[in-house]
């Protein structure tokens, strides 16, 4: 059983649209991710959460650490926005678990 | 600037052949990871480490083989046993209890 599961698994949205991610864990975390990954595999930290809410930008993060769930929210996305967005979970032990990736083509 | 290299970023070898994937930070961080990622799947760890000349397995650390003789310096070897070699590898680090992963560009590994 996969720790993060993560849905949709693939998206396709009109520019300008907003786009939310989901993401559902099972165990309790010390801190939750969101991390974009291109075309070319490299991957970035988009945030890092471990209560409430994060804005950087049209990105906006939040987790609900009772219901175990976070979300990543796209406002007016953009074809730039299109990659796949990972969820993972870092537990104590320096250890992190990731989601399988929601692939999202914004179309222009 | 700090951050994680890996060389190469695309690897062509034999079947029968071993491989060492380069990993290599400047960020001074104790932590270092080697992932494997399919499609479809989430990333799998194969290797970790938390200190120098010292390492854990991961879920998937079959064929595998890692040392850790420097902080900055995290190389991973497939080797000939490791039966579906095929596939892309990201390497990270983050500082001792911070969350924070920093990943590599990542290694596409082919082996036919």
């Known amino acids: 059983k996969n720790e993060v599961e993560q849905s949709p698994q693939n998206l396709t949205a009109q520019e300008g649209e907003f786009i939310t991610i989901n993401c559902s864990y099972s165990?309790?975390?010390?801190?939750l991710h969101w991390l974009q990954q291109h075309p070319g595999g490299g991957i970035v930290s988009l945030f890092m959460?471990?209560?409430g809410k994060k804005k950087h930008g049209r990105l906006i993060a939040t987790i609900n650490i009772q219901e175990k769930h976070s979300s990543l929210h796209i406002t007016a996305s953009h074809p730039r926005d299109s990659a796949v967005y990972i969820c993972a979970v870092f537990f104590t032990g320096n250890q992190f678990y990731f989601g399988t990736g929601t692939s999202l083509t914004v179309i222009p | 600037d700090g951050g994680i290299t890996q060389s190469p970023k695309y690897l062509f070898r034999k079947e029968g052949q071993n491989v060492t994937l380069s990993c290599e930070q400047n960020l001074n961080h104790d932590a270092m990871y080697w992932y494997r990622q399919d499609p479809g799947q989430g990333l799998r760890l194969i290797y970790y480490?938390?200190?120098?000349?010292?390492?854990q397995k991961g879920d998937i650390a079959e064929g595998y083989s890692v040392s850790r003789e420097k902080k900055e310096s995290f190389p991973l070897t497939v080797t000939s046993a490791q039966k579906n070699p095929t596939a892309f590898y990201l390497c990270?680090?983050?500082?001792?209890?911070?969350?924070?992963?920093?990943f590599g560009p990542g290694t596409r590994l082919t082996v036919t």
């Open positions: 480490s938390q200190i120098v000349n010292d390492f």
């Open positions: 990270a680090s983050t500082l001792q209890g911070s969350g924070e992963q920093y």
């Open positions: 959460l471990s209560s």
């Open positions: 165990v309790g975390i010390s801190a």
